[in-house]
């Protein structure tokens, strides 16, 4: 007799039962709150639902709960702290005229995508693109610091802009019906 396969649907309420606690205290323990610890714990059980992934056993099942809770959480963790960065920038800024919250939801939407774009470019790219466009360093001084030739720090940076460009193409329409 084979063992049973903790994928199904009927299985997806067994390892609920099993892990939801566990991973709920986990998650309490790792955020420090219970409220944002219920929402992952949610998150990850709703992920699984979504896309069902087929387990030897309730242990496997427990660790990649676990995974996919540790990935969801890294996840909050850069969310917020762009979230906080916007908000202390927005409150050093002198505003003439009051922010809507809609406004302010499309700013951050659109910086968390900024930097879900910077993480996904290769490690040169992302840094090239920073140190010019963060630091302000030429190409030559790119180039240095990259141990690469200024002719390559050019061929990182039209790849980021490109990836720029498509995310500002993408989110154009967004931004200008919340500015009308």
């Not at 986990?26 to 069902?52: M, Y």
């Not at 290769?122 to 090239?128: G, I, L, S």
């Not at 920073?130 to 790849?159: G, H, P």
Request: hydrophobic share 50%.
């Amino acid at each position: 007799m084979s063992s049973p396969s903790f994928g199904s649907t009927e299985n997806m309420v067994l390892i609920f039962s099993e892990h939801h606690n566990w991973l709920q205290k986990l998650l309490r323990r790792r955020l420090g709150n219970a409220t944002d610890a219920a929402d992952l714990a949610q998150d990850v059980f709703l992920r699984l639902l979504i896309k069902p992934r087929y387990f030897d056993s309730l242990a496997g099942a427990r660790a990649y709960l676990g995974a996919m809770a540790q990935g969801m959480c890294i996840d909050l963790y850069r969310r917020k702290e762009i979230e906080r960065v916007w908000l202390e920038t927005l409150t050093a800024q002198p505003m003439p005229v009051a922010v809507s919250a809609e406004h302010c939801a499309i700013v951050l939407e659109t910086l968390f995508q900024v930097d879900a774009m910077l993480r996904a470019l290769p490690e040169k790219v992302r840094a090239a693109f920073v140190m010019s466009q963060i630091r302000r360093l030429t190409y030559a001084e790119i180039a240095t610091e990259l141990a690469v030739s200024e002719r390559m720090v050019k061929k990182y940076m039209a790849r980021a802009m490109l990836h720029c460009l498509i995310l500002k193409v993408e989110h154009l329409d967004a931004f200008n019906s919340a500015s009308a």
